[in-house]
């Protein structure tokens, strides 16, 4: 079993930075491939980005190429999302998945998540 909460989001204004954590409880997470989801009100729940196990494969849904970077600190049990640039669209509830596979970008593809954290881009 995995448990994830996450934490850090907030308001900010167009163009600054927030960075979401994600800290997870359980034996098999350092095993577990970590992934960021968001859903905005009214849309489906999008793939956002993911890191394999090992750190060595990470992948990155093409509206946040460049200004997200994702990392883990299996040490701390802990995966983050650094966002830089945010955008108004970017506001959503973003929320951590975990799963034992690599690599699914579609929620059905994850066993575990957490409860949200609101991120609000906004001037």
């Known amino acids: 079993q995995v448990q994830l909460g996450e934490s850090g989001g907030g308001l900010v204004q167009p163009g600054g930075s927030l960075r979401l954590s994600c800290a997870a409880s359980?034996?098999?997470?350092?095993?577990?491939?970590a992934a960021w989801f968001r859903q905005a009100p009214g849309k489906e729940r999008e793939f956002v980005a993911a890191?394999?196990?090992?750190?060595?494969?990470?992948v990155f849904a093409d509206p946040v190429k460049g200004r997200f970077t994702i990392s883990r600190d299996d040490a701390k049990n802990t995966v983050y999302l650094q966002m830089n640039s945010l955008k108004p669209e970017d506001t959503a509830v973003y929320y951590c998945?975990?799963?034992?596979?690599?690599?699914?970008?579609?929620?059905?593809?994850?066993?575990?998540w957490g409860q949200g954290t609101q991120v609000t881009v906004s001037s």
């Open positions: 359980g034996r098999t997470f350092s095993s577990a491939t």
């Open positions: 890191i394999s196990w090992s750190g060595r494969n990470i």
């Open positions: 998945a975990a799963s034992q596979v690599w690599l699914a970008l579609h929620p059905e593809g994850y066993d575990y």
